[in-house]
């Protein structure tokens, strides 16, 4: 059921609301991150994640990206001007579709790039010590006390970590890595040399980068070119016992190989924040003794979360006043 300001019925209408100003769709579980009128002159309607998009001569949409917006879903708003994503990525969005319909498309980059970073950073403290391991055996009472050969675990400094995707937040992982004493190798479509400057970090084709890191992260975008792009042949590309994590899109890694590389010790272990079917995980690689996983809470900060909603609503308030958004995916024609 669609929620508004005002009392609201079974169809999705506002029951009370101000039926003469423009109306704004905007994704209810943002509620609790915004003032209390975010965008001044507009009726809001907020929309629970469970519910199917509406239809209606909505001119704004602050939506979230596990909804799937395309063709079917534009033709039913047909007044809706922008599109502005609550996420860094937009995989979700048809953006062709949107552009045929001269709608904006916004996203929030930067915003969650340091919090981000901190969480790829605690999964690779978290597996390269073990620490699920750790907690289990003290929490089923089968530690039996201290011992030299007990959880080894892999020691960073001087380790090598092979970053896949140079972007922002591979960039800030890159810089936490230098104060763990780590070498970086770096795969990227450009050079970065920013990045080698202040990292030391070394640029190298997938190919090579792979054979020679301790942890693999990976901090490239889903899209037809990168789904799927860790499958079983680049997981046995990988030295035998390295860390995987991945923090970026789930639809990058073949689960059925990651799960065989792990089973048949080509990897040392894996920490997760995102999954393919998102929010079904696999109960093998879920449960899995090598693997750390968490349900997607790379952006999970109260800093972060709001100021990506915030940068949403500016988005949608430019495009709504006939100004440039503030950080676009996709203009479209105006």
């Not at 809706?80 to 045929?100: H, P, S, T």
């Not at 390269?128 to 289990?136: F, M």
């Not at 039996?144 to 675990?153: M, V």
Request: proline share 7%; aromatic share 4%.
């Amino acid at each position: 059921m669609v929620g508004s300001e005002g009392a609201t019925d079974e169809s999705g209408t506002s029951g009370s609301g101000d039926s003469s100003r423009p109306r704004v769709l905007i994704a209810a579980e943002l509620e609790a991150l915004l003032p209390e009128d975010p965008i001044p002159g507009h009726e809001l309607v907020w929309i629970e994640a469970r519910d199917p998009t509406p239809e209606g001569e909505y001119v704004a949409f602050i939506s979230l990206l596990r909804r799937r917006l395309g063709e079917r879903e534009f033709e039913g708003l047909p007044k809706l001007k922008v599109l502005a994503q609550c996420a860094v990525g937009y995989d979700n969005i048809d953006l062709e579709a949107a552009a045929r319909r001269g709608i904006v498309v916004t996203n929030t980059p930067d915003v969650l790039t340091e919090s981000t970073a901190d969480l790829t950073w605690a999964l690779i403290l978290a597996v390269a010590r073990r620490l699920r391991e750790g907690r289990e055996m003290v929490a089923g009472g089968a530690w039996k006390g201290w011992g030299p050969t007990q959880l080894l675990g892999l020691e960073l400094k001087g380790a090598v970590l092979g970053i896949v995707g140079a972007g922002r937040i591979g960039q800030a992982v890159a810089r936490r890595a230098v104060g763990f004493g780590m070498n970086i190798l770096y795969a990227d479509q450009e050079r970065r040399l920013e990045l080698e400057s202040a990292t030391g970090a070394s640029p190298r084709g997938l190919p090579d980068l792979l054979p020679a890191s301790d942890v693999v992260t990976v901090h490239v975008p889903s899209t037809p070119s990168t789904r799927g792009l860790f499958n079983r042949e680049r997981f046995g590309q990988m030295k035998p016992g390295a860390l995987f994590i991945n923090t970026a899109r789930g639809d990058l890694v073949d689960e059925t190989a990651l799960l065989a590389a792990l089973d048949e010790g080509r990897l040392g272990g894996a920490g997760l924040d995102v999954f393919t079917r998102e929010p079904d995980v696999p109960p093998e690689l879920a449960n899995h003794p090598k693997v750390f996983a968490l349900p997607h809470i790379g952006s999970a900060t109260t800093h972060t979360r709001r100021g990506m909603a915030e940068l949403a609503v500016r988005n949608a308030r430019a495009v709504l006043a006939g100004k440039d958004p503030v950080t676009p995916v996709s203009t479209g024609t105006r």
